[in-house]
């Protein structure tokens, strides 16, 4: 009687039962279901980033600029303060973008070259590495019945879909002299992870 006992325990069971294993499987896809939108929305914040610190850079840049005395080719003394302009010229409304195409998905690498022309070189901005975002900027100092603005924008597509993400950024001359930047926004918040 104790043998057959006996004979019966010394035969272990190894493995797992299909039960076990189906349960297991079960867990790990709900934590992946849980992790991986988590994750990719995190990847898409980080690739934000890069264009909210390049947007504080090129309002901190036109700010610095306007704030500075600025000379003649000659050396006499400019009267107007003003924002960079793609001429250098007070008189100069066009926009002036790098690079001239939407990054789609992946990282464009300027040079410094690209960067070595006006507006970039008085805004004392350059990018040495590979951006997601391409960069906008667009200056008045025109018009004397208003005060002198800028506008420096974003647009990238960081998940390659045709979708366009796009932020902004403006500031204006107060009447003393000062600078009144705005907080960095999305043209269309619906969007801002794209």
């Known amino acids: 009687m104790f043998g057959n006992f006996e004979a019966s325990m010394s035969v272990q ?21 849980i992790a991986v939108p988590s994750f990719i929305r995190y990847v898409k914040l980080t690739k934000k980033s890069e264009s909210f610190s390049n947007l504080k850079a090129l309002g901190d840049g036109a700010a610095s600029y306007y704030e500075v005395d600025h000379y003649t080719e000659d050396g006499k003394p400019v009267d107007e ?35 070595n022309t006006q507006p970039w070189l008085g805004l004392k901005f350059q990018i040495i590495k590979p951006q997601y975002y391409r960069y906008r900027y667009f200056a008045d100092n025109n018009d004397p019945a208003l005060p002198d603005f800028f506008t420096a924008w974003s647009e990238g597509d960081i998940d390659a879909d045709t979708e366009t993400s796009r932020f902004g950024l403006s500031g204006v001359a107060d009447p003393s002299g000062g600078i009144s930047l705005s907080a960095i926004f999305s043209y269309d918040s619906d969007n801002d992870l794209e």
């Open 13 to 33: 069971k190894k493995g797992f039962t299909l039960i076990e294993l189906m349960l297991v499987v079960s867990i790990v896809g709900i934590l992946a279901s």
């Open 81 to 115: 303060k003003q924002f960079p302009t793609p001429s250098g010229n007070l008189i100069d409304t066009n926009a002036s973008k790098l690079p001239d195409f939407v990054p789609r998905g992946t990282k464009y690498a300027s040079t410094a070259i690209d960067w």
